[in-house]
């Protein structure tokens, strides 16, 4: 191929061909930034003036899936192509998404920030960017940069009109970019996500014999049972991920190629995060946020790569280190307010030593979860302990791997890991030693030999907590009407936000009936955000929150209404249905749909005591507002579990 040759093609901005021909050739590119001044993104004088010849970028990004590669030692994998790009280029080993599903992830792939921080760490939400942050691919656009998107955002924010000189649609290709402007541009393969696994025939045109993926030969991953239904799908999971490999990899790199472009272009290739099946996607275990990545950088910018061709990269590297690496390979200065770490480049820094992971609401289905990994172990902290970690999630239960662990739970064939995922409720704290268990499936918290590494990962989650300073704190509606009228961001930075009150409340949930008295206490906080935490503590302890059922019943009126939905779903599991449910239901019928959503959510877990509110369930049913889709997914599974007829209309539900 053409970018193994030695030839070097020069390639000129406008700009830098009148010093050339000036005889000035000391703007040459030296990696120097040349980019954004301060937190604003405006340009400074020096970017007025081409800083030379810079690379470009192409990024061949692709959907669920994890490390399943060749190059990756997965002996199953057919990829030859990909193991080709990384023979010739760098194998990140610990690359990692901030997220276990494909928006959360994104928006902070292309903001350079964690989800948490923006307020976009909620499945399908809609937050709102503050002027003075941008993407980070403005800012190549204001260095000269031609960028292109072909042709998925899915951000949980509006994309702003400088994101992108194309964001989607036949022209988001780098070709139709002006004679010798440098490009970045982003073509995103659909085909392997987790959808295209539960498709109803295994038929691939463009698979030969011996590519097929046979179940009865494959090994699904330890983090799930090896039952049939499971190895189909990890069978036809592989399948998809070799047809892009045949597809999608020489296809974009050809086009390279042809162009005559390929010696000037940075290759990265990665996924959005880990496979499309549970306990990867949507969860903050590795299975759902490790993701290869293979970046592949020309001869004619070696210089650039931190060790040679073909090796492999253990330094530890997250989806908000991607955005200013770019930048940094570009020789654009790094906005401050971006919290990524570049990696490659003139601005790279030092490898950083965790990896964080947030997980919110996914899809019709509110918890927290927020994780944090070193090179060797795992920390989990799950902030609402009382709650599954496996939910009735409608689009996932589509996959027959779903309704085998349901069946497999079901009759009490899960040991182990399995059935501690399975289980009705999740502990507070997670540790795992991922030396000895990569999958994450012996929990070592409450193990005295590990309480000092126990320590050690909280107090870092915690720093992390504050430092970035999490919106998740903030129930969904609740923080929408705070910000209304700025930004997420904006507010949570603000004397409004009273981060350490609400943490400190927050991390009460999971201690025992020793902190009933504080948590009263603490439902009468004048902050909501104190209150609503006050009132999970009290639900996670169940009955032995009854000293509190007359401050709860109380909160039943609360000005929030979120405080409402928590201290009436704490009063059920204290065993004071009749005062709880009829709030839940009242709220249920609500039009702010984040409202009516979390009191499905807690009306789906009153089991055969959510029978009251079937009225009311089978009338919202009937809504077909654009909102309604999670709520009635949530519904409709109470109702089949009550054995109720689901309104014709919605039986897709």
């Known amino acids: 191929m053409k970018t193994d040759s030695l030839i070097i093609v020069l390639r000129l901005a406008t700009t830098v061909s009148v010093l050339v021909l000036s005889g000035n050739l000391t703007a040459a590119w030296t990696g120097t930034p040349v980019g954004i001044a301060g937190d604003t993104g405006t340009p400074d004088h020096a970017q007025e003036v081409a800083a030379g010849e810079r690379p470009n970028f192409l990024w061949i990004t692709c959907e669920d899936i994890s490390p399943n590669l060749g190059c990756y030692g997965d002996t199953q994998a057919t990829t030859p192509h990909l193991d080709r790009l990384a023979k010739r280029g760098l194998l990140y080993s610990?690359?990692?998404?901030?997220?276990?599903?494909?928006?959360?992830?994104?928006?902070?792939?292309?903001?350079?920030?964690?989800?948490?921080?923006?307020?976009?760490?909620?499945?399908?939400?809609?937050?709102?960017?503050?002027?003075?942050?941008?993407?980070?691919?403005?800012?190549?656009?204001?260095?000269?940069?031609?960028?292109?998107?072909?042709?998925?955002?899915?951000?949980?924010?509006?994309?702003?009109?400088?994101?992108?000189?194309?964001?989607r649609g036949p022209r988001a290709h780098w070709k139709y970019r002006k004679p010798g402007q440098p490009f970045f541009a982003v073509f995103n393969y659909v085909g392997t996500h987790e959808s295209r696994i539960r498709a109803h025939t295994r038929k691939q045109p463009k698979l030969k014999g011996a590519e097929w993926h046979d179940p009865d030969e494959t090994t699904p991953p330890a983090y799930l049972p090896n039952t049939r239904p499971i190895r189909k799908d990890w069978a036809r999971y592989l399948d998809l991920i070799t047809v892009m490999d045949r597809s999608e990899i020489p296809r974009r790199l050809r086009e390279l190629e042809q162009a005559d472009v390929a010696d000037d272009t940075i290759v990265f290739f990665f996924s959005d995060h880990g496979a499309g099946l549970p306990r990867a996607k949507q969860f903050v275990y590795d299975s759902g946020m490790h993701v290869p990545l293979i970046i592949y950088i020309p001869p004619k910018w070696r210089h650039l790569m931190p060790s040679k061709p073909g090796s492999t990269v253990s330094r530890l590297v997250s989806f908000v280190d991607f955005g200013p690496t770019i930048l940094s390979l570009a020789g654009i200065r790094i906005p401050e307010h971006m919290q990524g770490k570049p990696f490659l480049g003139r601005q790279a820094v030092a490898p950083r030593k965790y990896i964080y992971g947030i997980r919110d609401r996914m899809d019709e289905r509110y918890d927290m979860t927020r994780t944090v990994r070193d090179d060797r172990f795992k920390y989990h902290r799950n902030y609402m302990p009382f709650l599954p970690h496996f939910p009735w999630l409608t689009y996932m239960e589509l996959l027959d791997t779903s309704k085998e662990l349901r069946r497999l739970h079901a009759e009490d064939k899960l040991t182990d890991g399995h059935a501690f995922f399975m289980a009705d409720t999740k502990p507070v704290e997670e540790l795992y030693d991922l030396m000895t268990d990569p999958?994450?499936?012996?929990?070592?918290?409450?193990?005295?030999?590990?309480?000092?590494?126990?320590?050690?990962?909280?107090?870092?989650?915690?720093?992390?907590?504050?430092?970035?300073?999490?919106?998740?704190?903030?129930?969904?509606?609740?923080?929408?009407?705070?910000?209304?009228?700025?930004?997420?961001?904006?507010?949570?930075?603000?004397?409004?936000?009273?981060?350490?009150?609400?943490?400190?409340?927050?991390?009460?949930?999971?201690?025992?009936?020793?902190v009933v008295r504080e948590l009263i206490e603490r439902l009468q906080d004048d902050d909501a955000a104190v209150r609503y935490w006050a009132a999970n503590g009290l639900a996670n302890l169940g009955r032995a929150a009854e000293p509190a059922s007359d401050t709860l019943t109380k909160r039943l009126a609360d000005s929030s209404l979120d405080v409402r939905i928590a201290a009436a779903q704490a009063l059920c599991r204290a065993g004071h249905v009749e005062s709880g449910r009829p709030v839940l239901i009242e709220l249920l019928a609500h039009r702010q749909w984040e409202v009516s959503l979390a009191a499905a959510n807690a009306i789906d877990y009153l089991g055969d005591e959510a029978r009251a509110a079937v009225p009311t369930m089978l009338q919202v049913m009937q809504r077909s507002d654009k909102n309604s889709r999670d709520i009635q997914w949530v519904l409709g599974h109470t109702l089949r579990q009550l054995h109720v007829s689901i309104p014709i209309g919605n039986k897709k539900n």
């Not at 403005?138 to 949980?156: E, P, V």
């Not at 909280?458 to 970035?468: A, F, G, I, K, N």
């Open 439 to 514: 999958d994450e499936l012996h929990n070592l918290a409450g193990q005295p030999r590990y309480d000092d590494m126990l320590r050690r990962m909280r107090q870092v989650h915690l720093d992390w907590v504050r430092r970035t300073v999490d919106t998740g704190l903030q129930p969904e509606q609740m923080l929408r009407e705070r910000a209304r009228g700025s930004s997420e961001y904006e507010y949570a930075r603000s004397d409004r936000y009273l981060l350490q009150r609400i943490l400190e409340t927050a991390l009460l949930t999971g201690q025992g009936p020793e």
């Open 94 to 167: 610990h690359a990692f998404a901030p997220a276990g599903v494909c928006a959360i992830a994104r928006s902070s792939l292309i903001m350079g920030m964690y989800a948490s921080s923006i307020g976009t760490q909620h499945m399908r939400s809609t937050a709102t960017l503050p002027k003075s942050i941008r993407p980070f691919t403005t800012y190549l656009r204001r260095a000269g940069y031609f960028c292109t998107n072909h042709s998925k955002q899915d951000y949980n924010f509006k994309t702003p009109d400088d994101a992108w000189d194309v964001g």
